[in-house]
């Protein structure tokens, strides 16, 4: 939909997600938040997590299929079905020492 400042995904497309930093790099979790919702994907918590060194996409509830459509807009992860109850998301990025924010270009 135009005139939106971010993405909006399909009605029934909508992911909610949650993004952990895992790394000692302080606001990474609220960079990569800012770099998903651009995509569409609906972050509804962002903080720390536990150390790690390679960026996970962790599919909560849904089909696995989600988990590569948040891969796909982070530029990253490897996805890995870890369903939770007591998460109230579809997907949880525990984000690694290997994502680096993709920087936008503006001249």
């Known amino acids: 939909?135009?005139?939106?400042?971010?993405a909006l995904p399909a009605p029934g497309k909508r992911i909610q997600v949650e993004v952990l930093n895992g790394t000692r790099r302080a606001g990474l979790a609220r960079t990569a938040t800012r770099?998903?919702?651009?995509?569409?994907?609906?972050v509804v918590f962002f903080g720390s997590g536990p150390r790690t060194d390679s960026t996970q996409i962790l599919v909560r509830r849904g089909e696995p299929g989600l988990g590569r459509d948040?891969?796909?807009a982070l530029?990253?992860?490897r996805v890995a079905i870890?369903?939770?109850?007591?998460r109230r998301v579809d997907v949880t990025?525990?984000?690694g020492e290997d994502?680096?924010?993709q920087l936008?270009?503006?001249p």
Do not use: K
């Not at 870890?82 to 007591?86: W, Y």
């Open 1 to 6: 939909m135009a005139g939106h400042a971010y």
């Open 35 to 42: 770099a998903l919702r651009r995509r569409g994907v609906d």
């Open 70 to 72: 948040v891969a796909q």
């Open 75 to 77: 530029g990253a992860g």
């Open 82 to 86: 870890a369903p939770d109850t007591l």
């Open 93 to 95: 990025v525990l984000l």
């Open 99 to 101: 994502w680096r924010p």
């Open 104 to 106: 936008e270009v503006r």
